[in-house]
């Protein structure tokens, strides 16, 4: 036997004598003598790719004529030393070696090969511990030549299921297993169709081609799940198909566009103005701040959410959100807000726990969807005043008089001198006092201050006490 490491090294000596022509010829038989040795080949035709059915040892091979007028195909197979071609038609019992096999160092070739039967190589004395067979099938008696294609909505699910509806059931294609069990394989049909896919990042959808293995079932129907967009189908081929084909046997198959009617909707919920309880860590708040559209699970009131929505347009049509008290959808539940449109904001004001969702209609109104439900919790109040506070001697650190606030929806701050001179006001509870009147510092000292405040949970503040300059550096 010459291994390929030495005829590549016989072959480089052998090309520097053969002309252009002639090493073109040479190289052309060296890709034979590779490719019959990964697989077997066919000639004249083509053959498809091999398909073993789930938990057998038979590869089918769809075997397609060059033409239409039955040729009989020369038929070639990889082969070990000391093996020879095996052929059975209904078990492995009965199987007899190939009389018209011609053999060389690695492989097989079968002149007028009979199809619709089964091949495997073995050595004579191990023929039941074969463990590659190859079931080769004439691919035109079982072609889809002829079928044509219609889509409609399933009865029994208008919404959601499309029912494909082929003029006639597929040839079953059928093989017989080493044992002698005759089963019939899936067929593996594909169809092609347009459809639209939500795109999360972008809070949008995305119009893509698909390519989809159907159910294999009995008769002419398959059932598929409703595309979101207007589309035609295209049945355009089975696993068996091969490529450059498709013309010959009528494909692709397709059927008149079907207007969608399944709808999809995805709500996104960006807060706009949420009060932080001011013990909030930095990292916590620098986590929020690097995706603003990421609603958080709890909310500090009065906390302005804004809601957008999106759905596969043109077919979906109608929209509704909805804001309830409680952390369910049911119908029971009590609405804080409804609001026909894509695009609304809702502001917090009261303590609770509340669930956002959206629903969106087809064109016709008769088939609809909702959107995954968002509960958030608005956070009970909280007011705590500090009364000491640096607002000159450590610049960068303790340089207001702030309070510690969480889910305030009114709120009001006064700062007094000794005298009861109001010195400055705030109403916003983010807001505070740097220490200085009319733009000058004061001095060190005490001083005083008046905080009404409302929580969201109804609590109402009366808040009165004295607020400590420490360490000034300035004099009035």
Known sequence: MIYPRYTMIIASK?????PSIGISIFILAMSVTVLSAQGVLAS???LSKPYTPPGQQVQLIAYHSSEHSGETPTLTFPILSGEQLYSYTSSIHEAKPVATAQYSSTMVTVPQAALDCCYFT???DRIMMTREYYWIFDYDLVSLRGLSLTADYDARDLCDQVVLNLSREPSPIYYITPQGVKMQADRGLTVRYQDLVYDEQRHAFTSVQKDE???????RERLLLAPLSDTSFAIIGDRFTAD??????????ESPVLMAHRVEVHARYRPLNSQRDSKTSDAANAADDKDIAQLPSTLSAPATVEIDLVANEPVAA????LITEGTTTSDGAHVVMQFNGRNAQYTFSKTGSYTMYAKTSDRSASCAASSQPVVVSVQSSRLDIPNVFTPFSSPGVNDLFQVVHRSLVSFDAQIF?????????????DGGWDGTSHGRPLPSGAYYYIITAEGADGIHYNERGHINILDSDHTQ
Not at 244 to 253: D, F, V
Not at 318 to 321: D, T, V
């Open 213 to 219: 293995l159907l159910p294999e079932t009995a008769g």
């Open 244 to 253: 450059g084909l498709s013309q010959r046997y009528g494909l692709p198959i």
């Open 417 to 429: 001198d000794a005298w009861g001179g109001l010195i400055y006001r705030w109403s916003d509870p």
């Open 122 to 124: 073995a050595r004579p």
């Open 14 to 18: 052998w090309l520097q004598f053969i």
């Open 44 to 46: 004249p035709g083509l």
């Open 318 to 321: 109608f929209y509704q959100i």
